[in-house]
């Protein structure tokens, strides 16, 4: 397996995969481009009817997401990810025509994994153009950028998703309740998957071609180089099925900078877009792109310090919550200083469990936007039902102060005590992960995935009752 610094390398800065020969069109998959924009905007409005109720929720219309002030803002967005090695959107070309997205995003460096979407243009959404570009994105992260894991979140309306991503070799591991919020609601979601010790020899790619899909790679000639075909552009024409979107929640796949491996006396593909654009167009980008960026940079900068406020302000869980348990025995969890187990960059509590007084163990929880993750520790012999209750208090509180939708909490499958104090507080068992955690030492270790809704929580009985102070 590569070394981890190929996730943060050049091998995210120049990307151009395949071509591929499907039912007589050239398909590649490469880094998108700011010039991508036009056709971008072409399909997606004419494709509203088949993305939307599977695309992210927004406060903003559909119009509105899809101007080039939105265009830019999202490339800025994702550029900055994608230079730090979090994310790589790329885009799908049929016949030198944007057709769609792909993208790995986010990208976990740390723990090795990431969460692959992908998008098709309705009237080029066939002969398994979608799931070939899938699996050469799949092939390349766990080859050249060393990812052991990719998942594909799915909302479980969306059919030809969920065909697509059974059909690319992902596997089923969890059925997510409520978990993203998906054409203006919380839909349930599956979580597809797959880790490098499925691979098929030869790859993802080879696999599919073995399996029946009618695709391959072009001939070379005695040169080594590859034969250019002669292919018409495709008769476009009206949609009969909607494309396939194999990540419904898929994070907005903006442009990346135009970075591609460069041939001995070939234009850099920079200097081809000016060429293509002209010097008026490429004038009238650089402007947009500079006032949005500086927009963006002022948003983000007053956003930190709104957050930051409020956070300081007291708009964050209380300083200590008190409860008692079901044998009525009083608990308190106290808030202390953060050791970082949970996701870097986010803002956790953490709290020190006491149970008559005593200490039994500690809970962290993020609350990110309408869900939060929660990590939490004891030993065997402090998984009481104090521990339980403790749990449960703090569950509940998330809910009544932040008005969080859902909580959820990854548990190693090697410490059954605390899958045991998860279903005592009311969570409930969505699937395992393969893979998903990767210790120092460098293995892969599966884990439980365990949530509870407000729903859910709401319709609970005997629920301990909590006493934040602040």
């Not at 481009?33 to 056709?39: C, E, G, S």
């Not at 597809?192 to 071609?209: K, N, S």
């Not at 106290?334 to 986010?346: E, F, M, Q, S, V």
């Not at 939490?376 to 998984?383: L, N, S, V």
Request: hydrophobic fraction near 40%.
């Amino acid at each position: 397996m590569p070394h981890l610094a190929a996730v943060r390398g050049s091998a995210l800065r120049r990307v151009r995969l395949g071509p591929l020969q499907v039912d007589g069109h050239s398909m590649i998959v490469r880094n998108t481009r700011l010039t991508d924009f036009d056709r971008w905007r072409e399909i997606r409005l004419r494709d509203r009817e088949f993305i939307e109720p599977y695309w992210t929720t927004s406060a903003l219309t559909w119009d509105q997401r899809h101007t080039r002030t939105w265009w830019i803002r999202e490339y800025l967005r994702l550029r900055w990810a994608w230079a730090r090695g979090r994310a790589l959107p790329l885009s799908i070309v049929i016949d030198g025509e944007f057709a769609g997205q792909c993208a790995l995003n986010p990208i976990d460096p740390h723990h090795r994994s990431a969460e692959l979407g992908i998008w098709m243009d309705s009237r080029s959404a066939r002969h398994a153009v979608g799931s070939l570009a899938g699996a050469l994105t799949v092939d390349y992260a766990f080859t050249t950028l060393g990812l052991h894991r990719v998942t594909a979140p799915t909302c479980v309306d969306n059919r030809p998703a969920r065909l697509a991503t059974s059909r690319s070799g992902m596997r089923l591991e969890a059925t997510m309740v409520r978990a993203l919020s998906v054409g203006g609601h919380p839909r349930d979601h599956e979580l597809w998957a797959v880790t490098t010790d499925q691979m098929p020899p030869g790859g993802w790619v080879a696999g599919l071609i073995a399996a029946g899909v009618r695709a391959e790679r072009p001939e070379t000639n005695r040169s080594g180089r590859r034969r250019r075909s002669r292919t018409r552009s495709p008769q476009r024409s009206a949609p009969t099925n909607p494309p396939d979107t194999l990540s419904a929640s898929a994070r907005d796949t903006s442009p990346t900078p135009d970075t591609e491996p460069r041939e001995p006396g070939a234009i850099p593909v920079g200097e081809r877009d000016a060429v293509t654009m002209g010097a008026r167009d490429a004038v009238r980008w650089s402007v947009a792109v500079f006032a949005v960026g500086l927009r963006f940079l002022l948003g983000t900068l007053a956003r930190g310090v709104i957050s930051a406020v409020r956070r300081g302000g007291g708009d964050a869980l209380p300083d200590r919550i008190d409860g008692v348990d079901t044998d009525n025995q009083p608990i308190s969890l106290h808030k202390r200083p953060i050791r970082g187990r949970l996701h870097r960059g986010a803002s956790p509590d953490g709290y020190d469990v006491l149970a008559v007084g005593q200490p039994i163990g500690w809970l962290e929880l993020v609350p990110t936007g309408p869900n939060a993750s929660l990590a939490m520790g004891f030993r065997p012999q402090h998984a009481s039902s104090s521990a339980a209750a403790a749990l449960a208090l703090l569950i509940a509180t998330a809910f009544e102060d932040f008005g969080v939708e859902r909580v959820e909490v990854r548990i190693d499958t090697d410490h059954p005590h605390l899958s045991a104090l998860a279903a005592a507080a009311g969570l409930r068992r969505e699937g395992v992960l393969t893979g998903a955690r990767r210790e120092p030492d460098g293995r892969f270790l599966d884990v439980e995935l365990w949530a509870v809704t407000r729903a859910e929580e709401g319709a609970r009985t005997g629920r301990a009752q909590a006493h934040p102070k602040r």
